[in-house]
């Protein structure tokens, strides 16, 4: 049973307490609520000298302080449906693949924005993910899942990306140090599965962009790497990262 809430008990017992005083009042005042038997005309004056007595309210007449009283709503708890992981969906399990239509699932992520030169890539993206593991341990929050590198833009010189760290939990606090609540890239777009270092991946995108163009796809300004192996740990030529090339 959902409690109810302090003004909606408030009034409960206003109109209880008000029932039990009709019931417990003495039988006089019954017999003055009651219809007279005799016209209002034959009824006896009252002596002279007392006080008269105000008409009294009917017990369907509420208070006036009761018409500002106004009790919040019942919040009804609803359930939350699970689904257990299939191997499609699991980034440790599913099978590569190249060019294959697939469906990006938005999770819950820290992320932060950085810049990183061509030289110094793959050790920046690593170092972004590493400090927001640190605030992710601060806020007492537990990693769940592939790491995510979104690139925004890029030039000759290098680009911009966000690194993104799925994670699981609750806290009430607010992420520092450049981090932020986020969601992952979410919606249809084409996987493509690279195996090896970060610095060898540039085949791997010609390929995809040969793919395009013989497909006659345009793909939006965003590549989302999935980094199906963890990249904090695992050596650069057992790398495997999933690409995935949102389309227009």
Not at 58 to 74: E, F
Not at 114 to 129: M, Q
Not at 152 to 180: H, I, N, R
Not at 210 to 226: H, I, T
Request: charged content about 25%; glycine content about 4%; hydrophobic content about 40%.
């Amino acid at each position: 049973m959902i409690d109810l809430p302090p003004a909606r008990v408030l009034v409960r017992r206003l109109t209880v307490l008000l029932a039990l005083a009709i019931l417990l009042a003495p039988a006089g005042l019954h017999a003055q609520s009651a219809v007279p038997a005799d016209p209002p005309a034959a009824a006896q004056p009252a002596p002279q000298g007392a006080p008269e007595t105000p008409p009294q309210d009917t017990p369907s007449q509420a208070p006036s302080g009761d018409d500002n009283m106004v009790a919040p709503p019942v919040v009804d708890p609803k359930g939350v449906e699970t689904q257990a992981i299939s191997p499609m969906t699991d980034p440790l399990k599913r099978p590569d693949g190249f060019g294959d239509p697939a469906e990006m699932k938005p999770v819950p992520v820290l992320m932060k924005k950085a810049h990183a030169t061509w030289d110094e890539a793959f050790p920046t993206i690593v170092a972004t993910l590493k400090e927001i593991d640190a605030e992710m341990a601060r806020l007492k929050l537990k990693p769940a899942g592939a790491s995510f590198v979104i690139y925004t833009t890029t030039d000759d010189l290098g680009f911009d990306f966000e690194a993104a760290v799925p994670f699981e939990g609750a806290t009430t606090e607010k992420p520092q140090s450049g981090v932020e609540f986020s969601a992952s890239p979410a919606g249809k777009a084409l996987r493509f599965t690279h195996r090896g270092p970060y610095d060898a991946m540039d085949p791997t995108y010609e390929q995809i962009a040969n793919l395009l163009d013989a497909k006659d796809l345009e793909a939006e300004d965003l590549y989302v790497e999935e980094y199906r192996s963890d990249p904090r740990t695992t050596s650069p030529d057992d790398l495997v990262i999933d690409i995935w090339v949102p389309l227009k």
